[in-house]
């Protein structure tokens, strides 16, 4: 337990160590990202908010929708490497490799619950109203959000040991997800055709989630969020059962 907490530290900390701004590099990259989108496209879909009582209107949408996306990305990036660049400590006989994945996961849960204090700081600076019941209900979101992430990434990094063209292929496909799901846009902007597909789409629905909260103070429907939660599953239990039938190739090829 105290290698995984230390390790958690050092992986947050060691890729700034010689920065001055240190690691809220981790924070500004993102920030920045929203604030890109909001100058750039705030009067050109502010009109297309209903419901929503704020001059702030679009900046509050695009927030509540990089909430999640900057999460899931984190864990699919992460994973993507996990074992490639850890790959000195898989090699040793009395490491456990499920240490990985909680450092893994502690990383990324620590990196994404700052996000989401700054976001909420956000909301109230802005003016937009906030319950102690949203962070209940963000806390059951994160649940089946971090299982989806948690089961793709982890997936992904072990399929990258031996196909290393799965590197190059999952950023290319993380691009085309953020603009298939509406986070800088609304879904009812999208040809009446397209919109039925979005039901197909596992993270939509994690993303509609955040935003009804976020936006409109409502109690999602849970119904929405068994999709991505089985979907989440599966990936990780296919995950563990590569692991388990290929453990000694992957330390070989490592």
Not at 9 to 22: C, D, I, N, Q, V
Not at 61 to 80: D, H, K, N
Not at 100 to 120: A, D, E, P, R
Not at 209 to 219: A, R
Request: with cysteine; hydrophobic share 55%.
């Amino acid at each position: 337990m105290p290698f995984i907490f230390s390790s958690i530290k050092r992986e947050l900390l060691t890729p700034y160590m010689r920065s001055r701004a240190g690691g809220l590099w981790s924070l500004i990259h993102p920030l920045v990202m929203v604030l890109i989108y909001a100058f750039v496209l705030s009067e050109i879909l502010s009109a297309k908010l209903p419901g929503i009582e704020n001059r702030f209107a679009y900046t509050l949408y695009l927030l509540a929708g990089m909430v999640p996306w900057v999460y899931f990305s984190e864990m699919i990036t992460r994973g993507l490497n996990l074992f490639l660049a850890n790959a000195h400590l898989i090699k040793k006989l009395c490491f456990h490799h499920s240490a990985l994945v909680w450092i893994y996961l502690g990383v990324c849960g620590v990196n994404h619950l700052i996000f989401l204090t700054l976001v909420l700081m956000g909301y109230i600076f802005l003016g937009q109203p906030l319950g102690w019941g949203t962070l209940w209900i963000l806390l059951v979101l994160w649940i089946p959000l971090t299982i989806l992430g948690s089961g793709i990434g982890l997936l992904t990094g072990l399929l990258n040991i031996f196909l290393r063209d799965i590197g190059q292929l999952v950023p290319i496909i993380l691009q085309f997800t953020f603009w298939l799901t509406p986070i800088v846009y609304m879904p009812t902007i999208l040809p009446e055709r397209y919109q039925s597909w979005l039901e197909w789409h596992p993270f939509y629905a994690l993303v509609n989630g955040y935003h009804q909260v976020l936006l409109w103070g409502k109690v999602p429907d849970w119904q929405n969020f068994l999709y991505p939660l089985a979907l989440g599953v599966a990936l990780l239990v296919l995950g563990a059962f590569i692991y388990k039938r290929s453990k000694k190739e992957l330390v070989d090829v490592l």
